[in-house]
């Protein structure tokens, strides 16, 4: 499933598309998740002037030929969606192949085998919009602070490990990075949120962050056949210290790392290195 640095690396994929304007669509399914609008009678005319991603949405932001805002596009990837970028006229789509926005010399292509994927128009503010506005903070937002980070924690009684599947402290921590960043900061993900020191929280921002952006690195060389008709869907493999390694010894000290269930939800731990 794509998470928050695949579709950082998506969007920088699809930026070639940005200042370019829309010359044709096509939509070949009614609905993913919701209904897909109607792009080939909304956004033939309109320029991309930007394209933005929150947590795992991209925003596409479009305006009119005299530079007036004209709507937006607000997109998930869903559990199996992936963006692929080819010179015009692409082939022919083929299976899944669910919608193209064509820009001039370059057809963007959106395919989603599960479908659970979504593509919502707005002519308001995504961002004060749902699901925008219900978001937590940006991992890598400065406005995002390790003090507003523990203060967050404090917030729930729920464990660390769920308050960051949750998003509310910070976006952009699946179910793998919840276990590698909790790893990295030596924290147990069965601790209590609340429970955590400032200097504990401080941490574990610091690893999220670290081990988002190395994901986010790493896409970009995975991904160097985003632009080719052969690459891959675009997921890309973290290279895990403890996520899906139960049984194996810890990098850092040896022991077994241990799988335990949250929720329903795997977490992967070390039970020497993290308290
Ligand atoms: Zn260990």
Avoid at 64 to 92: C, E, K, N, Y
Avoid at 126 to 132: F, G, I, N, R, V
């Amino acid at each position: 499933m794509p998470e928050l640095p695949e579709v950082e690396v998506t969007r920088r994929g699809l930026i070639c598309a940005v200042g370019k304007t829309v010359t044709a669509a096509a939509v070949r399914i009614p609905r993913l998740r919701d209904p897909v609008p109607d792009f080939a009678g909304l956004l033939p005319g309109l320029r991309l002037a930007s394209l933005e991603r929150r947590a795992k949405y991209l925003i596409w932001h479009f305006e009119d030929q005299q530079g007036m805002p004209a709507g937006t596009i607000v997109s998930h990837l869903g559990m199996s969606g992936f963006w692929r970028v080819w010179p015009s006229p692409a082939p022919a789509p083929r299976k899944h192949d669910h919608v193209d926005l064509v820009f001039g010399d370059v057809t963007l292509r959106l395919n989603d085998a599960r479908r659970f994927g979504s593509m919502r128009w707005t002519t308001g503010d995504p961002y004060a919009e749902k699901p925008l506005c219900d978001l937590g903070p940006e991992p890598f937002s400065e406005a995002l602070t390790p003090l507003g980070f523990w203060q967050a924690l404090q917030k729930t009684r729920r464990s660390i490990k769920e308050t960051l599947l949750a998003g509310s402290a910070v976006v952009g921590c699946g179910n793998i990075y919840c276990s590698e960043s909790l790893f990295a900061a030596g924290i147990l993900p069965t601790r209590s949120a609340s429970s955590l020191t400032k200097k504990e929280a401080a941490r574990l921002l610091t690893e999220i962050r670290r081990i988002l952006a190395e994901a986010i690195a790493s896409g970009g060389t995975t991904l160097r056949d985003f632009h080719g008709p052969d690459g891959s869907d675009g997921y890309f493999a973290l290279d895990c210290q403890v996520y899906g390694r139960e049984g194996e010894a810890c990098p850092k000290c040896g022991r077994l790392i241990v799988r335990i269930v949250q929720n329903g939800r795997s977490s992967f731990c070390c039970p020497g290195c993290q308290k």
